[in-house]
T-cell receptor
């Protein structure tokens, strides 16, 4: 099966800062999703992005399918952005180990 | 409409007991997936269905785990003779249909604790 690597594993920001999270895949995927697991354990869909660029408010994502990576950008971070960010790919989603984001006030 | 729902949200059981976890997918979603998530890790695939047919059960850890979706809607994941190592968050997801979209939507999960 495919391998998914996420970086960085941990990230601490001050409120208002910007950040970039990265996800590398060992093989091409026909499905790529970004999720936010909030402190209550819910997995929230952020983006479904097998290729290209999408934006939703302060968040945007870019997937370069030919190079097997995806980036998640968070701008003007807020304390409510804290949690674990997962990327996952493939029809039977293979998840990375996540990036633990902490945004301090 | 309503999202994916799972019940119970929390389950504490004694080692050796059987448990049944329920998933109700988004209405109209053809595909249904089960994942297991250990603390501090990402979810791991267990099995999935298209309609009532189980398409892939390669992720089920052993034969104590089984799943069904008899009418192509609600699904049940059953763990027989539970062991402490079965303790985890069990998540269900659904998606519209492969020909339209692979995007999966997750339910809130069932936190299983085996004592």
């Amino acid at each position: 099966g495919i391998q998914v690597e996420q970086s960085p594993p941990d990230l601490i920001l001050q409120e208002g800062a910007n950040s970039t999270l990265r996800c590398n895949f060992s093989d091409s995927v026909n499905n790529l999703q970004w999720f936010h697991q909030n402190p209550w354990g819910q997995l929230i869909n952020l983006f479904y992005i097998p290729s290209g660029t999408k934006q939703n408010g302060r968040l945007s994502a870019t997937t370069v399918a030919t190079e097997r990576y995806s980036l998640l950008y968070i701008s003007s971070s807020q304390t409510t952005d804290s949690g674990v960010y997962f990327c996952a790919g493939g029809s039977r989603l293979t998840f990375g180990e996540g990036t633990q984001l902490t945004v301090n006030p | 409409g309503a999202g994916v729902s799972q019940s119970p949200r929390y389950k504490v059981t004694k080692r050796g007991q059987d448990v049944a976890l329920r998933c109700d997918p988004i209405s109209g979603h053809v595909s249904l997936y089960w994942y297991r998530q250990a603390l501090g890790q990402g979810p791991e695939f267990l099995t999935y269905f298209n309609y009532e047919a189980q398409q892939d059960k390669s992720g089920l850890p052993n034969d104590r785990f089984s799943a069904e979706r008899p009418e192509g809607s609600i699904s049940t994941l059953t763990i027989q003779r539970t062991e402490q190592r079965d303790s985890a968050m069990y998540r269900c997801a659904s998606s519209l249909a492969p020909k339209y979209s692979y995007e999966q939507y997750f339910g809130p999960g069932t936190r299983l604790t085996v004592t």
